[in-house]
C-alpha cells in the first residue's frame, strides 16, 4: 500500500496543503485560490479536500499529517519578546493572546478535528521547513541550503548542507534581526502592504536611486562580512506596536510613512532603490559565505526573501555556486510541501534519489487543480456564455498566436493551476512583448494596478541567450536578467537626463513591455517538457511574427488571488478590458460576449443582462 502524507501551512499568511504519496508529489495549492481571499491565513480546508480528491482517497487513508512549524515554539518567542518590551507592547500583546490561546497553541487539536484525523502529527521548525521544500525538490544530490524570511519560530534565516535524505542547518540568525523584516519594514513606510506589497517596493527600487543605502548601513545595521547583522531596534515597531518603523525611523529619513494609495513621490523610488541594494549586498555576503564554509557547489534557496528574484539574478551571476535551485513557492504556502518531504526524507529516513536528467521534482510547479474541455463546456452552457471549441490544439494555438500578434490581451487557462505566486503559463494573462503600450494598457486597464509596475516575459528557452543575459535556465520566473546590449535602443540626451516616473514610457529595446527602465527582465523559460501546451502556443506566436517573447502576468486582478476555476476566470474576463479568454480548447471573444451585469467573486457567480 503506498504511504500517503499530507503537509500544511496555516494560521500565518498564505495557508496551504500539499500531499505526497511515497514521497512523490501529488497536488499542492493554496487555500486563498479556493476561498478568493489573498493571502488567507485560515485552515487550508478547501486545498486538502482538493489533494485528497486529486489522489482520491479519503482522510482515514493519510499516514501522516506534517504542519511547517513549531507553534509552542513560536509562542515562547511572542512572550519572551512582549516581556522584553513591557509595557510597551501592552496592546499588540491583547491583540495577539486571544487568538493564540483559542486556536494557535491547541494546533494538534485544531488539525484533527478539521481533517477527521487520528493518526501521528510531526512539526518540523519553520525554516527546516524551508530547507526541506528546496532541497527534497531539487535535482541535487548534496548542497548547501539558505532559507531567509521574516521571522519562523526565533530563526530569520538559516544555513547549512543537506545530502541524500538528510537536512543539517547549523547556523542562524535570529529575531528581530532579519533581512525579510528589514525590507517589510521599507515596504511599510513606502506605503504598500507588508506581507504582499514587497513585490511592488522591488518593482520600484529601478526608477530611484540608491541616495539612502548608506544611511541603512549606518544607523540600522551592524552587518558583518558573513552577511549576518544586527539591527538598532529603537528605529522599529514590529516586537512591541502595530507598525513596522517608529518615530526614530521617520525622524531618520526625513518624514512620516506614505499614505497608501498617495502619489508616490522621489522619495520612495529612492528608498526602494535602497534597500533593494542594501539587501542584494546582505544576500550576496551571505552566499559567498556559506559556498567558502561548506565547499558546496550546488546551492539550494528558500524563505519569502529568496522570491527577491533582482538579488536572485545577482548571486546567479557571480557564479559563487555552480548551479542554484531556488523553490518556487519559496515563501509560507511553500511550507506545506517543506513539512510534507521532511516527514517523509529526514524523519522517516525513506531513501532519495535524484534524476539522471537534472531535472527537480517540482514538476513545473503544475501541482493544482485542472478541468477538461467536456466540464469548461457545461458550464460555460450554464452561463449562456458563446464560445468556439476549437478542437485541434495547433489550429488553437494558431488563432491565439494571430490575436496576441494584432495586440489583443489573451486570458489563458490551461491544465493543471500553478503552485506558488507565480503565473507560469497555466493562469496566465498574455501579450505581445513588441507592444510599446502593451505594459500601460494591461496595468491600468487589465490588471488595475500602479502603472509602473513590469511585467516578466516568457521565452522559448532555446531562443532565451538571443533576448536576455541569462546564465542558465529561469523555468520558475525567479531570476532577473539583463535584455541583451543587441536588442537595446539608443536613448537621446533628452532621455537620459529623465528621472523617476517619467523614465515609464521610453521605449528601451525590441521588447519595451518586458524591458524594465534598468534594461532588466523578470525571464521566465519555457521548455517543451513541464508545460507542452505553453511552449506550442509560444512557437505558434514566434511562427507568426518572428518574436519568441510574450508578456506573461498572472491571471487576475489586483486585490485578487491567480484564478482557479473556469468561472474564476470568466469573471476576470468580464470585468476587464481582456480581448479574448482561452480555456483549454474553448475561445471565448470579448466582443460575442453579453454584458456582465453583476458578480460576486468569492461565490463565482454572476448575472448576465
Known amino acids: 500500500m503506498p504511504t500517503y502524507i499530507l503537509g500544511l501551512s496555516a494560521f500565518y499568511h498564505d495557508s496551504a496543503a500539499c500531499l505526497l504519496r511515497d514521497g512523490e508529489i501529488v497536488a499542492a495549492a493554496q487555500e486563498e485560490r479556493f476561498t478568493r481571499r489573498k493571502h488567507d491565513h485560515r485552515f487550508p480546508a478547501n486545498a486538502v479536500e482538493y489533494c485528497l480528491r486529486e489522489a482520491a482517497i479519503a482522510i ?163 552587518l558583518k562580512e558573513d552577511g549576518s547583522f544586527r539591527m538598532d531596534m529603537k528605529y522599529f515597531n514590529y516586537c512591541q506596536g502595530l507598525t513596522m518603523t517608529s518615530s526614530a525611523f521617520h525622524d531618520l529619513f526625513g518624514g512620516p510613512p506614505r499614505k497608501p494609495e498617495a502619489k508616490i513621490t522621489q522619495r520612495e523610488m529612492d528608498l526602494a532603490a535602497s534597500i533593494q541594494k542594501v539587501t542584494e549586498k546582505i544576500m550576496l555576503r551571505m552566499v559567498r559565505h556559506i559556498r567558502y564554509a561548506t565547499g558546496q557547489t550546488n546551492l539550494c534557496l528558500a524563505g519569502g526573501v529568496a522570491l527577491n528574484c533582482v538579488a536572485n539574478g545577482k548571486i546567479m551571476k557571480e557564479e559563487f555556486f555552480d548551479r542554484i535551485w531556488i523553490q518556487p513557492a519559496a ?60 478542437g485541434d490544439d495547433e ?10 500578434a ?75 536578467a539583463d535584455v541583451c546590449k543587441d536588442r537595446r535602443k539608443s536613448l537621446s540626451e533628452d532621455e537620459k537626463k529623465l528621472e523617476g516616473m517619467d523614465l515609464l514610457n521610453v521605449p528601451r529595446s525590441d521588447i519595451p513591455a518586458v524591458t524594465h527602465v534598468d534594461y532588466s527582465a523578470r525571464v521566465q523559460t519555457v521548455d517543451g517538457q513541464t508545460n507542452r501546451a505553453y511552449y506550442e502556443l509560444l512557437k505558434a506566436f514566434k511562427a507568426a511574427t518572428g518574436s519568441s517573447v510574450l508578456i506573461n502576468t498572472s491571471f487576475n486582478v489586483r486585490g485578487e488571488p491567480i484564478v482557479n476555476t473556469p468561472e474564476d476566470a470568466y469573471v476576470c474576463f468580464m470585468r476587464t478590458e481582456m480581448d479574448v479568454l482561452v480555456l483549454e480548447n474553448i475561445v471565448l471573444y470579448k466582443s460575442e460576449q453579453p454584458q456582465m451585469k453583476s458578480w460576486t467573486a468569492q461565490e463565482s457567480t454572476f448575472v448576465l443582462d
Not at 489550429?395 to 496576441?404: I, K, T, Y
Open 60 to 222: 482515514n487513508e493519510v499516514d501522516h499529517v506534517s504542519f511547517y512549524d513549531k507553534p509552542w515554539l513560536k509562542f515562547e518567542r511572542l512572550l519572551e519578546t512582549y516581556l522584553v518590551f513591557a509595557p510597551a507592547g501592552l496592546r499588540s500583546f491583547m491583540i495577539s493572546m486571544p487568538l493564540w490561546l483559542k486556536e494557535k497553541l491547541w494546533m494538534g487539536e485544531t488539525i484533527k478535528h478539521e481533517l477527521g484525523y487520528e493518526g501521528k502529527l510531526y512539526y518540523p521548525e519553520h525554516h527546516q521547513s524551508h530547507a526541506a521544500s528546496a532541497f527534497f525538490s531539487s535535482p541535487f544530490e548534496e548542497a548547501a541550503i539558505l532559507t531567509i524570511d521574516g521571522v519562523g519560530e526565533w530563526a530569520t534565516a538559516s544555513w547549512g548542507t543537506a545530502r541524500a535524505n538528510k537536512l543539517d542547518l547549523t547556523h542562524e540568525l535570529r529575531f528581530p534581526h532579519s533581512l525579510g523584516l528589514l525590507y517589510s519594514a521599507f515596504t511599510y513606510y513606502t506605503g504598500f502592504r507588508v506581507n504582499s506589497g514587497e513585490y511592488k517596493l522591488m518593482g520600484l527600487a529601478p526608477y530611484g536611486k540608491p541616495r539612502y543605502a548608506d544611511l541603512i548601513t549606518k544607523h540600522l545595521l551592524d
Open 395 to 404: 489550429e488553437r494555438n494558431n488563432e491565439v498566436a494571430r490575436c496576441l
Open 406 to 480: 494584432r495586440g489583443d490581451v489573451v486570458g489563458w487557462f490551461q491544465g493543471r493551476m500553478e503552485f506558488g505566486p507565480r503565473a507560469l503559463g497555466a493562469r496566465s494573462i498574455l501579450g505581445d512583448a513588441r507592444n510599446a503600450e502593451m505594459q500601460r494598457t494591461m496595468n491600468l486597464k487589465i490588471k488595475y494596478r500602479e502603472s509602473f509596475r513590469p511585467f516578466a516575459p516568457s521565452v522559448l528557452a532555446e531562443d532565451a541567450a538571443n533576448y536576455f543575459e541569462l546564465n542558465g535556465p529561469s523555468p520558475y520566473m525567479l531570476l532577473v
Open 331 to 390: 515563501g509560507d504556502a511553500g511550507g506545506a510541501l517543506g513539512a510534507a518531504l521532511f516527514a517523509w526524507y529526514h524523519a522517516l529516513g525513506n531513501e532519495r534519489s535524484v534524476s539522471a536528467a537534472s531535472q527537480d521534482k517540482q514538476k513545473g510547479a503544475y501541482l493544482g487543480p485542472s478541468y477538461g474541455t467536456a466540464d469548461i463546456e457545461l458550464r460555460l452552457h450554464e452561463l449562456d456564455a458563446p464560445y468556439h471549441h476549437i
